[in-house]
């Protein structure tokens, strides 16, 4: 039976959880997929920051010299380094879900903002695992630096801070993945684009360090993953928390979320004719 087809405006939400198991199945498929016949498997996932993280304390630690606190210089550029990771990974993977998951979507039916939530889901856990060995090494270095941070009242905002991550990213994802069906150069510029906006982020230097009032730093702040990375910071290495950058993150992850969703639902239309 033919249907009329749904307004523009109209997102797959309901009908997604009507999908879960096959949400599921996908973040399975994608896991599996992304460790298979790798020697080291999912140690992978926290190889690439520890030693992101090492590198940048011995080239940019002179920067931050002063401005990291008590904090080992390892676990401060981790920290900011963990969560800017998840940020960008769903932004690329989000963006290329429509064209690797083509074949699939040409031969059954299924909501297509199911493949880019389980790859959004799929990228967390690896996120979570990290978080994890972050957890690890706080706890050697307390016992061997006498390192007394990593545990605050900020902490319970990492949920938080987690949930805005995503929101963000697969707002992100969601609006590059229709283009992306279409113009598959786009995702090459997109994954260089997100990974020059890293410097525009407090990752590599501490924003306490950037003068209050500068327009350098009104910039930076512009960037909502600023507020979400000095988030992570304080609440993994036991700092103060600033609450105050979390308002506009916040703010900029609903709209970005609920942009992404209604044009992902506009072009979606399309996208057998495309892919």
Known sequence: MVEASSPWWRTELGEVWEYRDLVLLLVRRDLL????????????QVIQP???????AVVFGFIGRGQVGDAPPVLFYMA???????????INRTSQTLVWNAALMTKVYFPRLVA??????????????????FGVMATVYHF?????????????ALPVLILLTAMLALGLGLFVAGLTARYRDLGFLVAFG?????YASPVIFPLAMIPEGSKVRDWIVLNPMSGIIEGFRSALLGTPM??????YPAMMAVVILVLGLVIFQRIQRSFADVI
């Not at 880019?116 to 060995?133: D, E, I, R």
């Not at 600033?242 to 308002?247: C, E, P």
Request: proline content about 4%.
């Open 242 to 247: 600033d609450w105050s950058l979390l308002a």
């Open 80 to 90: 900011g380094i963990v969560p800017w990771m998840f940020f960008a990974n769903v």
């Open 194 to 198: 997100v990974q020059l906006l890293m």
């Open 144 to 156: 061997t630096d006498g390192y007394g941070g990593a545990i605050g009242l900020g902490l319970v």
């Open 116 to 133: 880019p939530l389980a790859t959004t889901l799929a990228t967390m856990v690896g996120f979570l695992l990290q978080l994890l060995v």
């Open 33 to 44: 997929a992304t460790y298979k016949q790798s020697v080291l498997g999912p140690l992978w």
């Open 50 to 56: 520890v030693l992101t993280a090492l590198v940048f």
